[in-house]
């Protein structure tokens, strides 16, 4: 990454391909004054800013390159703080690149990804959680999604970690304290005040870390894993539930064609559903070899979807789930399939209540996919399921892998001042620990940065932005 | 296609996938109503004008769905001449498709294809050869193809055509006054002026729909045709053109990716090659039904390359050249090929001189693609052989298949009117093959319309546009 911040920077920022409209932006002190020399219609230079002005591209004295839109913002009123022109073209590749070359022969650079998000985070315009947000915003698929990224960038993640560190700082100020007057033996506060202090932030911490869990799910699509027989009716679920995703999605071409295969937008969250093939039964015994396949992805995942034919008896059906072992906080449902082939009062019991009942009141549903019974049903309990797994979160969620790596780091560092406050540890190592804890909380936010981080961050973006 | 011009109608701008802007455009008369009622930061219906306002899109109370640039043009100074509001989101499919639906539900329309352009052209903005030029504008991929393009944009067709039309009513008005007078056998016009005037006319209709060759050659890709026996070093050459243009066209990524296989732009100059795999030879004699397999792809190209191996001898060189029987007026450039493995000093003559003379001072030019030899001055000749085809054409160039249709039709109907002017037909129903003229002449730029002929046109622009 170039961190040559007093460069003009200038990228194609609308997505490639042929379209109406093609958007060129530039950045930095000479934004307006290159612009100016190409573009005639308007004297950019004495324009005044956030305006639109008709005109035309010229790239040499009689070839008009394009009549297009020129819109001013300038410094500090601007995403990224400095000048910035944005041109809106015709939408042709040709256009745009030629654009592009015209300004780069007048002395602009060609943006790396993200670096105008880079100098919004490098003038102050954004925090590093936010502009983090900026990448997550444009990649959110679902309304979940969107919503994780959106509170992010209005500062949800950043006000917390703010607010933390303040109080972490004012409890370092009171022990750095004692290390000025440390010949002098004195015991500014009072340790046992302290140690509450100390836990009741790592309390705080944990719920924060713990929501990544979430957040992540959210982000990357909940993980669901539907476990069964090969006949239970597993892949005609699956293939039910996309059917639907491509009915409920939205009446635009195009708005999931680049999902993962089986990542599925239901009533706006995201699931990804993980197909286990691995349930194969021999003598009426499931094979450990399947079990132990079919677990690992049991375990990266957030709900399991237990299908079973509804014709089997309750015991036998209840007895293969309860040889999943599943943990006690994974959410499941039990499906018992094809309820449409099989006469219900052949059972001489409510076989779904039997089986609720022998397992803590776990949810169980019949459905037919062929009859398209219950499906509504199912996705209602889909995302009751999900609902679940957000209580206990406060508003403020973790989706970011670096985030929950710094809170983890802080809360070690925590944990070790807390050793360091219950036993005779001089307050200059508390101190040292203190900082550790300080410098972790501020990576997420920024106050703490390294260029490695900073490069690591908006590499991930996309040009133009 | 719709041509409720009442309705709002509303259309992502920007091409699908994410990026860091995607645009949302909605015009007509509640084009600012619905906006102002999702938009919070700005009263967009007290805003002034050609401004950009930051504010924050709300899908209901409390849900932000994005923080965006609004920016206001209002009827009659905006593309469509209607009120229009542009949305400079952040360039998120979730995003663009969710503001879309809102504005759906407020009341715009999902527009149509080229819907945007169409209602420039109903209220008198463009033209209808301006209009299919912004079509052709975005599609360019090459500097020829832009530069027809924006030409017909800024009226260069239509300015001509419209000159012409002007004539044309002038002469349909006199020979109307005959009609008027038809009883008293009155002559108002000379007719042997009259039949000059319709020649000189045909004259330059005939130039203006022969330069239609010129035109969709450059608009489609000028083609040339790559011939001669199969070791001649033809796919060779073809790889080497190629490469040769991934280096030339452009320092950015994506720029070429969608190109037609063998559709290579060169110096500003987008060529087709055509891959005759034909030639092939027994005994020394060039097979009758590879003459007859190439025979159709040089029918079709513009230029020929004919390939020959330099050790060969320029008599059978020659011999094999001739046996193709081009046309008169096809452009071909010899190349005798592999020129590195060859010691030039073994021919006790100029051999590319010889065969040049031989065939009316053709261009003869000896390459070696292993050793990059003359690579350049074939890319030179080739330029030279296109500007050669642009020789004889005035400025405007037709490059639509439409426009060229209407004008063969003009040209026969005034064929007709000449015919009626030499011989005794009465002047009434030469009147009427002059309205056939000028009505095939006015379809051009659109003065005489159908709905087939704008669903036509229309249907195959981009959304959004």
């Known amino acids: 990454m170039n961190y040559k911040i007093s460069d ?10 042929s379209g109406a409209i093609g958007v060129v932006r530039l950045s930095g002190d000479k934004a307006i004054e290159i612009a100016d020399k190409i573009f005639f219609g308007k004297n950019l230079i004495k324009a005044k800013a956030n305006q639109n002005f008709y005109g035309k591209i010229k790239s040499s004295e009689d070839q008009i390159l394009d009549e297009c839109m020129a819109s001013i913002f300038r410094s500090p009123r601007s995403y990224t703080k400095e000048d910035v022109v944005e041109f809106a073209c015709h939408g042709s590749d040709y256009i745009l690149s030629s654009l592009l070359k015209l300004t780069l022969s007048l002395g602009a650079r060609l943006a790396e990804p993200g670096e105008f998000t880079l100098r919004a985070y490098l003038n102050g315009q954004l925090d590093l959680a936010q502009s983090e947000a900026v990448a997550d915003l444009i990649a959110s698929k679902s309304e979940a999604q969107h919503k994780l990224a959106m509170n992010q960038l209005r500062g949800g993640v950043s006000n917390t970690i703010s607010e933390m560190r303040n109080r972490l700082i004012e409890f370092a100020s009171l022990i750095e304290l004692e290390n000025d007057f440390g010949e002098e033996d004195v015991e500014f506060a009072n340790r046992d005040q302290l140690i509450n202090q100390v836990n009741q932030m790592l309390v705080e911490l944990k719920v924060l870390s713990k929501s990544f869990d979430l957040g992540n799910a959210i982000k990357d699509g909940i993980p669901v894993a539907i476990v069964g027989k090969p006949n239970a009716g597993k892949s005609t679920l699956l293939n039910a539930l996309l059917k ?15 999902v993962v295969e089986d990542t599925i937008s239901i009533n706006g969250k995201l699931y990804r559903f993980l197909d286990t093939a691995g349930l194969r039964e021999t003598t009426d015994q499931i094979e450990n070899i399947g079990i132990l396949k079919a677990k690992e992805k049991i375990e990266k995942s957030s709900i399991v979807l237990f299908l079973s034919e509804l014709r089997d008896d309750h015991l036998s059906i209840d007895k293969e789930f309860k040889d999943l072992h599943l943990a006690k906080d994974k959410k499941a449902i039990i499906l018992l399939t094809k309820s449409d082939l099989f006469d219900h009062s052949c059972h001489a019991y409510d ?17 037919s996919v062929e009859k398209n019974q219950n ?60 900082r550790h804890a300080l410098n972790s909380l501020g990576e997420i936010s920024g106050e703490i940065q390294t260029d490695d981080l900073l490069d690591s961050i908006f590499s991930n973006f996309c040009i133009g932005k």
Request: no cysteine; net charge negative; charged share 20%.
């Open 8 to 17: 003009t920077i200038v990228a194609i920022s609308t997505p490639p391909g």
């Open 244 to 258: 639907d995703d491509k009915a409920i999605v939205s009446p635009i071409a195009g708005t999931t064609r680049d």
């Open 351 to 367: 076989i779904e209540e039997a089986i609720s009942t022998l397992n803590n009141r776990i949810p169980v549903l019949n459905i």
């Open 375 to 434: 499906l509504d049903k199912l996705v209602e309990l889909l995302d009751t399921s999900v609902n679940e797994l957000s209580t206990g979160h406060n508003e403020v969620i973790i989706s970011s892998a670096r985030h929950y790596q710094s809170l983890e780091n802080t809360i070690d560092a925590l944990n070790k001042v807390l050793m360091g406050l219950s036993s005779s540890i001089p307050s200059d190592i508390i101190a040292l620990d203190i």
